[in-house]
Structure formats: C-alpha cells, structure tokens
C-alpha cells in the first residue's frame, strides 16, 4: 500500500522559508494527485497545493504566489517550497495521495486519500 514520509520541516522566522519533501513508496501507480494540507492547533485541516501526473498545479487562494508545489518523478518525491513564511502558516504539514486532483480536491478531500504522519512548520520571531 501506499506510504507517505515527509520531512524538512521546523522552526523559520517570518519572511523565511524552508521546502517540505514528502517521499512516496507502495502502489501509487493509482494515484492521480499528490498535495499537501496543514492543520493549526485548534482548526480544521485545509488544502494547500496539489500536483498531478502532468505537473498541473493547483493552490488554495490564500497560498498561491508564496507556495510552490512540483515533484521529481524519478526520486517519487513532491516537494513543498514555502517562501515569504508568516506566523499564521504554523501548521502540521501532511502529504496527501489521492484520486482525483484540482482545488475542488484541495476544498475537498476525498476519504479515500492517503495521508502521511504530517510534519511540524513554526514559523515565529
């Protein structure tokens, strides 16, 4: 089955940035997209950017311009720059798999996606 590591995660300063790697393994010739999501203490976990098989891209408004979602196929790895941090993108990061791509999957994530364990951003002065 399907596994999801993540890594590169940790503490930056606002204005910073840092790029979140998330390493793929299993059957994921039967997924379509991969993306990531994060949770704050105290909210609802939220989309943030995805990328399918053709490197199509897609962003959650409030991210788009300061987050940048690619992937390397060889290595089956995506990745996750995060530049121009603010205080507010404090989150767990999770790595996602899915069926189905776009920001419709972002807004709304399937319950057949698979999830890695998530990874801590802090981003504080």
């Known amino acids: 089955q399907v596994r999801l590591v993540e890594s590169g995660g940790g503490s930056v300063q606002p204005g910073g940035s840092l790029r979140l790697s998330c390493t793929h393994s299993g059957d994921t010739y039967r997924s379509y997209c991969f993306g990531w999501f994060r949770q704050a203490p105290g909210k609802e976990r939220e989309g943030v950017a995805a990328i399918d098989r053709d490197d199509t891209t897609s962003y959650v408004d409030s991210m788009s311009g300061r987050f940048t979602i690619s992937q390397d196929d060889a290595k089956n790895t995506i990745y996750l720059q995060m530049n121009s941090l603010k205080p507010e993108d404090t989150a767990v990061y999770y790595c996602?798999?899915?069926?189905?791509?776009?920001?419709?999957?972002?807004?709304?994530?399937?319950?057949?996606?698979?999830w890695g364990q998530g990874i801590q951003v802090t981003v504080s002065s």
């Open positions: 996602a798999a899915g069926f189905s791509c776009g920001r419709r999957w972002l807004r709304l994530p399937p319950v057949d996606n698979i």
